[in-house]
């Protein structure tokens, strides 16, 4: 090659490598000045929301995650931890490092005293442990993991459940439920700490609605991101005033004409509902004496004014296929009683099929006499329901024979010809007042009244069950809601009523974040198996392969270039 070519070269070479350069510094000098980052997946799984990039981009100071899902375990639980820490590092990065975190094994300590402690801290947060059980040379050995985090800010802290249980559900499918759930969980989280004014939530009292000790565990739930009291209205105005939401559990007696007047006033208002009502009153002390009761229909007087907002609770009770167990009496050893557990058809088990943020992914809740729901289609109301019974139910109109024979007979699916009975109903819009064209004219005039016949745009929860809220007792001490007592499951009722209360008081839009789904690619094991070999002979070889070639090709190009 002669000389002057190889200048040539020499300076085309020179040349692209300076360019090079300078486009490096150019795009590290736009990118200090411009953020952006690209997400090819096609559902968009790497991409924060909105209101997560808002929410963390607004923090004053540093908030700090301890992840609990460090150690040896399964590769699916690997996974989880993998893309917790890839969310956090999002988060961090649009936080502008107002967030750090730390993941942690609490199996590491070999004190056993004091990783017990550690265990018992993180099951008051609320974070669920988990078994895993490993086989080994020297046998089986059982190992706790807590799929969980503590979020704190200055002296607040909150327990978040990174893995969402759901009957009936496939451990991959939950797995992915769970990721798909990270964002919301870890930023509503932060939300909460980070909140300094609290919304005022209140539970309604007057009509014998459930005792402070049977609401004992929702409310201290409520208590780490609301402030929770209890209220009478006792006939004066504006008593709900200053309560964001109003929480009605399970109510046994009427409702005074004037305490109504002022509910739907607050409603009328722009306040907020839960209604938690049951229609029919069971008395549960006959049934466990004689084995049988009569379920009669309870008139609370609140018939009219629901109806007018939209929704009809009906006076019927619910037997459903799917349902919790209840022990019975089968028989005698001796003179001891054999109990065995027989699902009672009256305490439906409902799993939420609706893909509604307070429902998304959400774990089975467990009812006790439950009643069906009519809508009535209204112009300025959007229906939706939250929770139905299963495919295989009916509902009996009052008054109803209550039977613990029932369980005597082996169920049939055909006994059960109703199908996905609403019992949760969700309503948005701008409601009209009972009192519409009914009262007196001094009264509709009056100032200090200021009475108003429609409402601002707001949302209520009707809930066909008053039990759903209701948390046992043992001892004198609340019972973690949800939890049955003899199967030791537990339900997704306390999610589903933080769900209810979060959705009316989120301001952020955070709640939209539950809508994010994500698309499980399963591999079909079948063929895994069937193609094992060849798949392992592929992954391995054919890198090496495509290389091989790459080099090749390139020597190939480079002999030619230079020897012309």
Not at 2 to 26: C, D, E, F, H, Y
Not at 301 to 322: A, E
């Amino acid at each position: 090659m002669n000389q002057p070519k190889k200048r040539n070269l020499k300076s085309q070479a020179l040349l692209q490598l300076t360019m090079l350069i300078g486009i490096l510094v150019i795009a590290n000098v736009i990118s200090s000045f411009v953020f952006t980052r690209l997400d090819l997946t096609s559902d968009k799984r790497f991409t924060l929301s909105d209101a997560s990039k808002k929410l963390v981009g607004n923090l004053k100071d540093v908030v700090f995650v301890k992840v609990y899902l460090e150690g040896d375990f399964s590769p699916g639980f690997k996974r989880l931890r993998n893309s917790t820490q890839e969310l956090l590092d999002e988060l961090r990065t649009y936080s502008k490092g107002n967030i750090e975190y730390e993941f942690i094994d609490p199996s590491l300590n070999p004190d056993e005293k004091e990783r017990n402690k550690l265990y018992s801290q993180l099951y008051k947060k609320g974070i669920q442990p988990t078994t895993l059980e490993e086989r080994s040379n020297e046998g089986m050995t059982r190992k706790y993991i807590f799929p969980g985090a503590i979020v704190g800010f200055s002296n607040q802290e909150i327990g978040v459940q990174l893995l969402k249980d759901q009957m009936g559900t496939p451990p991959e499918m939950m797995l992915n439920n769970s990721i798909q759930n990270l964002e919301f969980e870890i930023c509503n989280a932060i939300r909460k700490v980070t909140n300094p004014a609290q919304p005022l939530i209140g539970f309604l009292e007057g009509q014998g609605e459930l005792t402070e000790l049977q609401t004992a565990d929702i409310s201290n739930t409520l208590r780490s991101s609301y402030e929770v009291s209890r209220v009478r209205i006792n006939q004066q105005l504006g008593a709900l005033d200053k309560f964001n939401a109003i929480i009605i559990a399970k109510p046994d007696s009427a409702f005074d004409e004037k305490d109504k007047f002022i509910l739907d006033q607050y409603v009328m208002k722009g306040g907020k509902l839960i209604w938690l009502i049951d229609q029919m009153q069971v008395s549960m002390d006959s049934l466990g004496q004689h084995g049988e009761t009569i379920a009669l229909a309870r008139d609370l007087k609140i018939d009219d004014m629901l109806f007018r907002y939209g929704i009809r609770i009906n006076y019927d009770l619910i037997q459903d296929l799917v349902s919790s167990e209840i022990p019975v009496v089968t028989g005698y050893v001796g003179n001891q009683p054999k109990q065995q557990l027989m699902p009672w058809y009256y305490f439906p088990v409902m799993t939420p099929d609706s893909k509604h943020p307070i429902v998304n992914n959400l774990n089975a809740i467990k009812g006790e006499f439950v009643s069906s729901i009519d809508t009535i289609s209204l112009r300025n109301i959007q229906h939706a329901v939250l929770l139905t019974t299963s495919r295989y139910c009916k509902d009996l109109p009052a008054p109803v024979r209550v039977s613990l024979g029932i369980m005597q007979y082996k169920p049939e699916p055909k006994m059960f010809p109703q199908r996905y009975i609403p019992t949760a109903v969700l309503m948005e819009g701008s409601f009209t007042s009972l009192y519409k064209n009914r009262i007196p004219l001094a009264i509709a005039e009056n100032k200090e009244i200021a009475f108003a016949d429609s409402s601002k745009k707001t949302k209520m929860v009707v809930i066909s069950d008053g039990d759903i809220i209701r948390n046992d007792t043992r001892e004198g001490k609340p019972v973690p809601l949800g939890l049955d007592r003899y199967s030791r499951t537990t339900y997704g009722n306390k999610t589903f009523i933080q769900n209810i209360v979060d959705y009316f008081c989120d301001g952020t839009g955070l709640m939209s974040v539950r809508d994010k789904e994500y698309k499980l690619r399963m591999i079909d094991p079948a063929i895994i198996e069937q193609s094992a070999t060849k798949l392992k002979v592929i992954n391995s070889s054919l890198p090496v392969v495509l290389i091989v070639l790459l080099g090749t090709l390139k020597f190939y190009l480079r002999r030619r270039r230079y020897s012309s």
